[in-house]
């Protein structure tokens, strides 16, 4: 990536955009990829990574005691809860 593209994606602060870009455009040549498709996939980079930092600095904010993912976590203390329905919902609302 040449300075003034990179400048430019830093003044419009696309983080995502920076960190795949090489490898993108590589994949896109490697795949003959259409412009559409390259800038797609740009801008999906783009949105993951701003989902990451996003719930970062929410868990960073609440300032949990611990942390602790839903693997983890003791079904058996509240039996209440279904296992596999939560993680079943769970899979399906991060896609």
Request: charged fraction near 30%.
């Given at each position: 990536?040449?300075?003034?593209l990179?400048?430019?994606?830093?003044?419009?602060?696309?983080?995502?955009?920076?960190?795949s870009?090489?490898?993108?455009v590589?994949?896109?040549?490697?795949?003959?990829?259409?412009?559409?498709?390259?800038?797609?996939?740009l801008?999906?980079?783009?949105?993951?990574?701003?989902?990451?930092?996003?719930?970062?600095?929410?868990?960073?904010?609440?300032r949990?005691p611990w942390?602790?993912?839903?693997?983890?976590?003791?079904?058996?203390?509240?039996?209440s809860?279904n296992?596999?329905?939560?993680?079943?919902?769970f899979?399906?609302?991060?896609?």
């Amino acid at each position: 990536m040449n300075d003034l593209l990179l400048g430019k994606l830093r003044d419009l602060k696309l983080s995502g955009i920076i960190k795949s870009f090489d490898l993108r455009v590589e994949e896109a040549i490697k795949n003959n990829f259409s412009y559409q498709e390259f800038f797609e996939i740009l801008i999906n980079d783009e949105v993951s990574n701003r989902r990451i930092n996003s719930n970062q600095k929410r868990t960073s904010k609440a300032r949990f005691p611990w942390h602790k993912t839903l693997e983890e976590y003791n079904f058996s203390y509240q039996p209440s809860i279904n296992k596999r329905e939560t993680c079943q919902e769970f899979c399906v609302s991060n896609l």
